[in-house]
């Protein structure tokens, strides 16, 4: 069977759902817009598939932060976890025994980047017949174009090359593409999107694609293939064509009341949501037990918020790593007063203390909060070309500037100097650092390490001696496996 006649069968349904109204509706017929030969037809339809797949390529319907990006942090140097019925995953990932039947990377990992790549099929699909003006129609191409790239550089990053899906016609079971084969296609896709997209700040709404988001992840998918020429070229792109700045207080830079600056060039959009869904839900598992208060800024706890026994923590080694004076460590708290009213230094046990990098949403209900989740910043930019720059050549003056402009709003006084670094090692373990300090759960740091291959090195420095190197890609999920023989499994699992 063809995936297109179940999405057939799947758009009549839901078309059906919304024409219809009474008990008798079998013996009407659907004279509307909505009907299902009209649905991708109109802009309204295109604009709703569209939706979905901005909301699945970004992971808003799941838990829109804690299952996203922090499992890859537990298998860094910065985090841990403990509590609750997720420590037995958790552990897994710490401990580096995980294996292809984590629903993690079933669910978060692999299905929603495929859904997402599955409705920007759809809507390339039916351009042609949409009843909508020709530059219209170029600016939905381009989206389309540009979620299904982003959705492959995702599973790309988690699994290496994976089934190649360009149209609703293909069959459902399919080999895995060339590595070859699925980086040309994503970096041929995403040169597409942005000549077309519009500029930032033209898109149609906040959050929808625009030529600097998909510059951005050019920057960061040359990056971390170490095309340091290109990865470069697109971060002078962003630099010299658009007004991006840094935000000027760190501290301040994720608080909800903030999240539309000049520093975030892609995020995932968050809202407070009764269910969870498309929020962010962070904090709940960031409080330790019985928070009352934040003596150092005056936080206080509120009773529409929760406080989960899932408590995502961070290692002691990351938050004393920090210098002196870098504000960036602000946003981890290291005590607290409990609801007793006493003072809990959370330094008193081992790696408990906690980031409040998405400071709670005065606004927030339960388990939601509507903190964006960035994922591509002005500051990435930055030292994207930095770490480029320094693989080019060794280090140099602009490397050593670009990295003293993002300290410099951390806070930190005393520049960097290029007489500091004797050898491209040098500053490439500056930047490391530098980049883990500046974007500690934001989860980046699994990428770092493995860019710099210090991933099982570091593991290994922390005790999880089951770290072998076929650990930097993930396994394909059992399910997946088992529903398509056409697939070979990643080494070692």
């Keep these: 069977m063809k995936i297109k006649n179940i999405?057939?069968?799947?758009?009549?349904?839901?078309?059906?759902?919304?024409?219809?109204?009474?008990?008798?509706?079998?013996?009407?017929?659907?004279?509307?817009?909505?009907?299902?030969?009209?649905?991708?037809?109109?802009?309204?339809?295109?604009e709703s598939l569209m939706g979905a797949a901005y909301a699945n390529a970004s992971n808003m319907v799941s838990n829109n932060s804690i299952y996203v990006f922090a499992a890859d942090e537990w298998i860094t140097d910065?985090?841990?976890?403990?509590?609750?019925?997720?420590?037995?995953?958790?552990?897994?990932?710490?401990?580096?025994?995980?294996?292809?039947s984590i629903g993690l990377l079933q669910g978060e990992s692999w299905d929603y980047p495929y859904r997402a790549i599955r409705d920007a099929n759809l809507i390339l699909e039916n351009l042609d017949e949409l009843e909508v003006s020709e530059s219209l129609k170029t600016i939905y191409r381009a989206?389309?174009?540009?979620?299904?790239?982003?959705?492959?550089?995702?599973?790309?990053?988690?699994?290496?090359?994976?089934?190649?899906?360009?149209?609703?016609?293909?069959?459902?079971?399919l080999p895995r593409a060339s590595t070859e084969e699925l980086t040309n296609f994503i970096e041929t896709e995403l040169?597409?999107?942005?000549?077309?997209?519009?500029?930032?700040?033209q898109e149609a709404n906040y959050s929808r694609a625009h030529k600097a988001a998909a510059q951005g992840w050019l920057s960061n998918f040359y990056l971390n293939n170490k095309d340091w020429q290109k990865s470069a070229d697109f971060a002078k792109q962003i630099m010299d064509q658009w007004n991006y700045d840094l935000f000027p207080v760190y501290e301040d830079l994720f608080k909800v009341e903030n999240e539309r600056n000049s520093e975030y060039i892609w995020v995932r959009p968050a809202k407070t949501s009764a269910d969870r869904r498309a929020s962010n839900s962070w904090m709940n598992t960031a409080f330790p037990i019985g928070f009352a208060s934040d003596p150092r800024t005056g936080l206080q706890y509120s009773n529409a918020w929760r406080n989960w026994p899932n408590e995502f923590r961070i290692r002691d080694k990351f938050y004393f790593s920090f210098g002196e004076n870098d504000k960036r460590r602000d946003l981890i708290l290291h005590e607290y007063i409990n609801t007793d009213g006493n003072l809990i230094s959370l330094l008193d046990e081992v790696d408990n203390t906690r980031s409040f990098k998405y400071?709670?949403?005065?606004?927030?209900?339960?388990?939601?909060?509507?903190?964006?989740?960035?994922?591509?910043?002005?500051?990435?930019?930055?030292?994207?070309?930095?770490?480029?720059?320094?693989?080019?050549?060794?280090?140099?003056?602009?490397?050593?500037?670009?990295?003293?402009?993002?300290?410099?709003?951390?806070?930190?006084?005393?520049?960097?100097?290029?007489?500091?670094?004797?050898?491209?090692?040098?500053?490439?373990?500056?930047?490391?650092?530098e980049r883990g300090w500046e974007f500690y759960s934001e989860g980046k740091r699994r990428l770092d390490l493995i860019r710099m291959d210090k991933l099982v090195e570091f593991a290994h420095a922390r005790g999880a001696t089951n770290a072998k190197p076929f650990h930097r890609l993930y396994p394909i999920p059992f399910a997946t496996m088992d529903a398509n023989p056409l697939l070979t499994q990643n080494e070692g699992y």
């Design 143 to 173: 989206e389309a174009r540009f979620i299904r790239a982003t959705s492959y550089i995702k599973l790309f990053w988690k699994f290496g090359p994976v089934p190649l899906r360009t149209s609703t016609e293909d069959e459902v079971q």
């Design 359 to 433: 400071w709670p949403d005065p606004e927030g209900v339960n388990a939601s909060f509507g903190n964006d989740i960035p994922e591509i910043r002005y500051a990435e930019i930055l030292l994207n070309r930095a770490e480029s720059l320094n693989e080019l050549s060794g280090p140099n003056q602009e490397s050593i500037d670009l990295i003293n402009k993002v300290r410099s709003r951390a806070g930190i006084v005393t520049p960097l100097k290029l007489s500091d670094f004797s050898s491209k090692e040098d500053l490439r373990m500056h930047v490391l650092d």
């Design 78 to 100: 910065f985090a841990y976890q403990s509590g609750d019925g997720v420590n037995a995953t958790a552990l897994q990932y710490i401990n580096f025994t995980w294996d292809a």
């Design 191 to 201: 040169i597409a999107a942005l000549a077309d997209l519009p500029a930032p700040g």
């Design 7 to 46: 999405y057939k069968y799947l758009a009549v349904t839901m078309t059906t759902l919304l024409a219809v109204g009474c008990s008798d509706y079998l013996e009407e017929k659907p004279f509307s817009q909505l009907a299902p030969e009209n649905f991708l037809k109109t802009k309204e339809g295109i």
